[in-house]
């Protein structure tokens, strides 16, 4: 129970030390303090890219943010040596997840309930912008990850029932992980 409270209070971005100390980073922006944060990927330059699933509902109450479909998620970057957390995203329908891409030009975040994932430019021309990765995913996306040889990795935590029918046709083994490749092309199954 102990480390259950310590836990709870340590909500934010934690650094581990070599040591085996807990190092709290970050655990606000822009005067809101962080209520589920979630994923997070850190650019070749040392900045952290992560999101924080609702603002609002802390993990426990992830399922009330569901069901309010309000957009309390936000994309955030932290850079350790300035120490300043900045939003880069808001009104993200809870943001589940944030990979960088292999050229270090963008990040790739989920917005589960939207089904969905987005990319956030951070460098070129685009550069601050956002625009939609990945749509209309079989499910919920809860996670993404890049394997390095061109696909991205979308963990479904939940099939839409709306979509299951149709699904089946064009994406059989919902159960097994969903892919998606550079040029973005779906596919499914493990490699």
């Known amino acids: 129970m102990i480390v259950h409270q310590y836990m709870i209070q340590l909500v934010g ?59 309390y998620g936000r994309l955030m970057s932290y850079d350790p040596s300035t120490k300043q957390t900045k939003v ?22 989920c917005e589960t309930p939207m089904m969905r994932c987005s990319r956030y430019y951070i460098h070129g021309e685009k550069e601050g912008s956002t625009d939609v990765f990945i749509d209309r995913l079989p499910g919920m996306p809860d996670n993404i990850r890049y394997d390095g040889e061109g696909h991205y990795w979308i963990g479904i935590a939940a099939v839409s029932q709306n979509c299951t029918n149709k699904n089946k046709l064009i994406y059989p083994p919902l159960e097994s992980c969903v892919h998606m490749d550079a040029s973005c092309e779906l596919g499914y199954g493990l490699k």
């Open 88 to 109: 880069i995203a808001r009104n993200l329908y809870y943001a589940n997840g944030v990979e960088m891409s292999p050229e270090q030009d963008f990040v790739v975040f």
């Open 13 to 71: 971005i934690l650094k581990l030390t070599e040591d085996g100390e807990i190092e709290a980073l970050t655990d606000e922006a822009e005067g809101v303090k962080f209520g589920t944060t979630d994923a997070v990927t850190v650019a070749k330059n040392g900045v952290l890219y992560f999101t924080d699933a609702s603002w609002k509902y802390d993990l426990h109450d992830f399922a009330l943010d569901l069901l309010e479909g309000r957009p």
